[in-house]
């Protein structure tokens, strides 16, 4: 089969090439980007014989189908702006496709992708991604859901703590910025919770969570959890639901004032040479100085809490996965996090495994054996832990 990668010279594309071009099932690896420069890093550790690289415009349709019409699947690793743009595309030449982006957006192409005779499969990443495959897991396991929690974040190793934030960039710091403003919708004891972005470091709103091997590690709210429980068909016999960001312990102690002071503000600071607001700063100041060196690693650590009713019991399911940065070949932990479960759905699809049209869900389209199983193969364990209530 033929992958094209969207992006495929940045952090999470270099990451899927490597994936795809080891794999005996892929015979090219089109790797489409603006710029090649960065391919240096992996080149080494690939099969570049493999591997095709091709120019992408992703303003230009017409540059985006010609490349797609190359492929039998395509996975987009681009800035989420460009999503529907690219899943036009996959409509258009009739070519699958595989992002890691919400699926709001694109919600709107389900009839359009599914007269197509098109998958589109969004929301297949690591959070969300990974997590949503869990959760389709879960609503399949128990007979009534109660519970449904899930924690995830992009963490430095201990010893890669050098900084008051304890926090180093694994993936873009602008979306860092961004989701430390998210709104989030919730569930507690039965009743909707929304928590406004300004208040989500609250301390009243943020949660201590243990992690075996990590310790205890800071959950922040972040994201509409109720939108994944509806998808999956159970709010209506849930009684907490939420999901929360790790950190190291301190990091909302930082972010409190910092917020309360209108350090997030991207209105223009009065009476500056130029228009500069307190958000573009942060970016600019704050993105340099918190790099992983070539030596550290960035861990990935998820956390899924779920409980209800299986037959006839009351029941909690625990699964975990802890990633880490690959120090031989510079992969982070949330590169791989996240190109991984593409790279798996997009040969699930090439190769007719996943059968369905339409603009898809992990929740409901991705066979969770299978994918568990070639994560497995990649070093990425799913644990379980199941256990009866009293």
């Not at 192409?109 to 879960?138: F, S, T």
């Not at 800071?218 to 929360?244: H, K, S």
């Not at 040479?273 to 861990?299: F, H, I, T, W």
């Amino acid at each position: 089969m033929r992958v094209l990668v969207l992006g495929g010279c940045g952090i999470q594309g270099r990451a899927a090439v490597f994936d795809l071009a080891k794999n005996p099932d892929v015979q090219e690896v089109i790797c489409a980007d603006a710029n090649f420069e960065a391919m240096d890093e992996i080149s080494a550790f690939v099969d570049m014989a493999k591997v095709r690289t091709e120019s992408l415009d992703a303003n230009n349709p017409e540059n985006l189908d010609r490349l797609f019409r190359q492929a039998d699947v395509a996975i987009d690793l681009l800035p989420r702006q460009f999503v529907e743009t690219v899943c036009q595309s996959a409509i258009r030449t009739g070519v699958s496709a595989v992002n890691s982006n919400y699926a709001y957006p694109i919600a709107h192409l389900e009839e359009a992708a599914r007269n197509a005779g098109v998958a589109i499969m969004p929301e297949c990443g690591l959070d969300p991604g990974i997590d949503l495959v869990i959760y389709g897991e879960a609503g399949r396991r128990f007979d009534e859901l109660h519970v449904v929690n899930s924690y995830c974040g992009g963490l430095p190793e201990r010893s890669a703590c050098d900084n008051p934030f304890n926090y180093k960039i694994s993936w873009v710091f602008e979306g860092v910025l961004a989701s430390t403003k998210r709104d989030s919708r919730m569930i507690d004891e039965g009743k909707a919770v929304d928590i406004p972005g300004a208040d989500q470091h609250d301390p009243r709103n943020v949660r201590q969570v243990d992690f075996p091997g990590l310790g205890t590690l800071e959950a922040i709210p972040n994201g509409d959890a109720i939108f994944f429980t509806d998808a999956l068909g159970v709010t209506a016999t849930i009684r907490e639901t939420g999901r929360y960001s790790l950190r190291w312990p301190g990091w909302s102690a930082l972010w409190h004032p910092l917020k309360k002071l209108g350090f997030l503000s991207e209105d223009p600071v009065p009476g500056l040479p130029c228009a500069v607001s307190p958000y573009q700063m942060m970016n600019k100041l704050l993105g340099p100085q918190l790099q992983y060196k070539r030596n550290e690693k960035d861990l990935v650590v998820m956390l899924n809490v779920f409980e209800g009713i299986k037959g006839g019991r009351r029941v909690r399911l625990v699964s975990r996965l802890l990633i880490e940065r690959d120090l031989d070949t510079g992969i982070m932990a949330m590169a791989k996090g996240v190109s991984c479960p593409a790279s798996i759905v997009a040969r699930m699809i090439a190769a007719g495994e996943i059968r369905d049209s339409g603009v898809l869900s992990p929740m409901k389209h991705i066979p969770y054996p299978a994918f568990t199983k070639a994560l497995r193969d990649r070093g990425i364990d799913v644990e379980e832990e199941e256990r009866v209530l009293e």
